[in-house]
């Protein structure tokens, strides 16, 4: 089946500590997408990616890295600079670039702060 | 940024019709008008969108007022898988929107 894949579903990190959260997509889709989401939130963009080895800062970017060298895959890490990581994290895709593509997301993943 | 403004939450008994209202009163006359649901846990799902014109399709209809200034969200007949948070958001056409955030929605609980 086609679709969005993020894992891990739960991911924990320890204080300065850099971890990857993996998304991968077999939509064939150019564009890909993450999301960040506190509890009781919306979503807001971090960072995304209109085709493969370019990608663009969202909204609140500072703190978290992503790569684009295959066109299925689009990791996230996010750095020791993020002060406040536990949130919800979402990857999405869409068809072409643009944002007002619709875009497919995936399952997320929970990520904790020891 | 055009915003959207939607009611915290909304009931709703099952198998009855839902209209969920949307005001975006700063929006630009090429901004199209997405909605989409987010089930607890899990990542959000596209439900509709438009631009002008009422949309329908299998999920929901979408009617925009003739002015732009706001939309509501129509699910036919309410049930209980359709409970979640309804976010309506704003994008606009051109390539690179950075400032995407989808807002804190509607919780629609439904009643059984």
């Known amino acids: 089946d086609g679709g969005i894949t993020q894992s891990p579903k739960y991911l924990f990190r320890k204080e300065g500590q850099n971890v990857t959260l993996s998304c991968e997509q077999n939509?064939?889709?150019?564009?890909m997408y993450w999301y960040r989401q506190d509890p009781g939130q919306g979503l807001r963009l971090i960072y995304y990616?209109?085709?493969?080895?370019?990608?663009q800062k969202g909204d609140i970017a500072e703190g978290y890295s992503v790569s684009r060298e295959k066109k299925e895959s689009f990791p996230l890490t996010v750095t020791s600079a993020q002060k406040n990581p536990t949130a919800f994290y979402l990857c999405?895709?869409?068809?072409?670039?643009?944002?007002?593509?619709?875009?497919?997301f995936g399952p997320g993943t929970r990520l904790l702060v020891l | 940024d055009a915003k959207t403004t939607q009611p915290n939450s909304m009931e709703s008994n099952e198998e009855e019709p839902v209209h969920l209202p949307c005001n975006h009163s700063t929006i630009s006359g090429t901004d199209y008008i997405h909605w989409y649901r987010q089930l607890p846990s899990q990542g959000p799902e596209y439900v509709i969108h438009?631009?002008?014109s009422n949309v329908n399709n299998r999920m929901a209809s979408l009617a925009i007022a003739e002015d732009r200034k706001s939309s509501t969200l129509i699910l036919h007949r309410a049930t209980l898988r359709d409970a979640a948070v309804y976010y309506c958001?704003?994008?606009?056409?051109?390539?690179?929107?950075?400032?995407?955030?989808f807002g804190t929605g509607t919780r629609l609980t439904i009643i059984p």
């Open positions: 939509l064939n889709h150019d564009a």
């Open positions: 990616s209109q085709i493969v080895n370019d990608f």
């Open positions: 438009g631009l002008t």
């Open positions: 999405a895709s869409s068809i072409l670039p643009g944002l007002k593509e619709t875009q497919y």
């Open positions: 958001i704003l994008i606009g056409p051109n390539f690179g929107n950075e400032k995407l955030t």
